[in-house]
């Protein structure tokens, strides 16, 4: 049944169906998982802000224990997105070699080799992308604004609206000088901000860039 798959005139269509079929499903399983994070660091946002605004008394440290949540939020959502590109890459190598040759054989196959690159990949299935680059596209998608609203936030609650100390002081934590903390934050910002626009090639197979490259290169 192996060899002959792909040369048979009946049942091979119906299990591509199947297979296409089930991964589509388990992807968007994943995407489901990835939202349901994000929305956990919208609505954790929300909560943070509506108490540090609720009274002139209220701690700014509150704002920086936000974006130390929302940071673990990133780094679970990151995690979550090489899985679900597992999955995505396979559902786009299917498209593009079985779905659209079908549909249009006059353009050829775009990669020759589709076969025995899935036929490996469901032998030894792994992530295609590193953890730095799953970090870099939920910052581009979701994250990087959220960590800007949350910036903007401790910055007018520290230096517009600085309570009975003016800033820098008003910014100190502890034992902690205001400068310092200012520094730690203006640091993390820049960190994040390298990581999400840093020149590279990205390994995601996906359907909204305009070139998708070498997410299967590795795989011979």
């Known amino acids: 049944m192996g060899r ?12 591509m169906a199947h297979l296409y079929r089930g991964e589509i499903h388990r992807m968007k399983l994943w ?12 609505t954790l ?9 609720s009274g002139a008394s209220r701690p700014h440290p509150v704002i920086l224990v936000g974006v ?8 679970i959502e990151a995690r979550r997105y090489r899985g679900y ?26 990669d020759p080799d589709w076969r025995p690159r899935l036929s490996k990949d469901y032998r030894e299935p792994r992530t295609k992308i590193s953890y730095e680059e ?10 990087l604004p959220l960590f800007t609203v949350l910036l903007a936030a401790w910055l007018f609650r520290t230096v517009v609206t600085p309570g009975t100390q003016p800033w820098p002081a008003s910014a100190s934590i502890g034992m902690m000088s205001g400068m310092l903390v200012t520094g730690v ?8 901000v390298a990581i999400t626009f840093r020149p590279r090639v990205w390994q995601a197979t996906g359907e909204l860039r305009r070139s998708d490259v070498g997410a299967w290169d590795d795989i011979e």
Request: glycine fraction near 4%.
């Open 31 to 42: 995407r489901e998982r990835l939202d349901r994070t994000s929305n956990w660091a919208v």
């Open 68 to 75: 130390v949540m929302v940071t673990v939020f990133l780094v």
């Open 85 to 110: 590109d597992m999955w995505r890459s396979r559902v786009r190598m299917l498209q593009r070699n079985v779905f659209a040759y079908s549909l249009d054989p006059s353009q050829g196959i775009e």
């Open 185 to 192: 934050v203006a640091t993390f910002y820049l960190v994040l």
């Open 134 to 143: 799953a970090i870099a596209h939920r910052l581009r998608r979701v994250y």
């Open 4 to 15: 002959g798959f792909f040369e048979e005139s009946s049942a091979p269509g119906s299990a």
């Open 45 to 53: 946002i929300a909560a943070i802000l509506t108490y540090a605004f």
